[in-house]
């Protein structure tokens, strides 16, 4: 099973530390996953609060396996720099999705969902899922 | 007709305005936003410069199309990516022509628009760029001063308005009384067609 290939997983932040932080906490909560590929887009290039064009691109490549990439944002400039990267045609991964869930709560259900090797509808069902999720 | 270098002076004309705006743009975006407008508009735009300078795209719609590509790249707030989306749509509706009539250049601008509409899903009164951009489109029938008067009026007439979309719409009644800096840098950018029908004319 060592060869089968995962849904990747791209976590947009304005924060480089918020992006990190989360992709470590999803990975912590499914077990250490480490067969998963999760990769981390926050922040600017230049290290600042922001969206990158460059990171998101650059992640989304990385953990294409062929399986397809779910992108969870947090907001504004995020949501958008992901959808004109979409609308563009040729910047992201050919089967990228941008999943319209929570970051943290859908982070997680996006990892433990992968690392069961399931295809790229359970990974956004998944995390979109983590809406329905009522905390009082 | 209007050929690449019209749509180049346009570009550079608007980055002109943008480096002369950009306090004021950041002091706007400071009261209702995170006050980086100016900065990222003037970011941005200086790298499509740079850009345009080296490819050299001899096309109106080459021209549109690298400069929003540039937008989304740099930006690194919401401007980017819907500026770049503006520009960029408008770029594939001119498709490979070498001139386009002004007639062709409002259509372009209207697919630009509709695509910033798409991709914020905000609505004309909701205190965005788009309270700039569609009176303009609207307008640019009459000619390019005509299209400037009407951003420039749509852009004022944001003050009153409660924000509904991006960071300003948190503040809620709180952002009424404050122009909104996406429809201010949104004139800037329609003003400068005008600077640049000029540009041709002296040549």
Redesign the interface.
């Known amino acids: 099973m060592s060869d089968e290939r995962h849904v990747g997983i791209v976590l947009v932040s304005h924060s480089a530390e918020v992006a990190e932080s989360v992709a470590g906490l999803a990975k912590a909560l499914a077990g250490g996953a480490t067969e998963v590929p999760v990769a981390a887009a926050g922040g600017?290039e230049g290290g600042?609060f922001?969206?990158?064009?460059?990171l998101i691109s650059a992640a989304a490549a990385a953990v294409d396996q062929g399986a397809g990439v779910a992108v969870l944002t947090d907001l504004?400039?995020a949501v958008?720099?992901v959808?004109?990267?979409l609308?563009?045609g040729d910047e992201l991964p050919a089967d990228t999705r941008l999943v319209d869930a929570p970051f943290v709560e859908g982070a997680v259900a996006a990892v433990v969902t992968a690392v069961t090797g399931a295809d790229l509808d359970a990974v956004v069902a998944a995390a979109s899922e983590a809406y329905a999720y009522r905390k009082v | 007709m209007l050929d690449a270098d019209f749509f180049r002076r346009w570009i550079t004309a608007t980055a002109a305005s943008v480096d002369r705006e950009a306090q004021r743009l950041t002091a706007l975006d400071s009261a209702i936003g995170d006050a980086d407008h100016g900065s990222n508009l003037q970011r941005g735009f200086a790298a499509v410069l740079a850009t345009l300078e080296k490819e050299a795209p001899d096309t109106p719609g080459a021209v549109l199309s690298l400069a929003g590509r540039q937008l989304i790249s740099t930006v690194g707030g919401a401007s980017g990516p819907l500026y770049g989306t503006l520009l960029r749509r408008a770029g594939k509706v001119l498709g490979d022509a070498p001139e386009v009539t002004e007639a062709q250049l409002a259509e372009a601008l209207r697919a630009g628009v509709d695509g910033v509409k798409a991709l914020g899903g905000a609505a004309p009164g909701d205190k965005t760029m788009l309270d700039a951009l569609i009176p303009a489109v609207d307008a640019l029938g009459e000619g390019f001063d005509a299209a400037r008067r009407a951003a420039e009026s749509g852009a004022v007439e944001t003050t009153p308005m409660q924000a509904r979309k991006g960071r300003a719409s948190y503040l809620g009644e709180r952002s009424i009384g404050h122009q909104d800096p996406g429809a201010t840098s949104s004139a800037l950018l329609i003003a400068a067609l005008a600077t640049a029908a000029e540009g041709g004319s002296d040549e």
Do not use: C, Q
């Open positions: 600017t600042g922001g969206t990158s064009a460059e504004g400039s958008l720099t959808k004109a990267l609308a563009e």
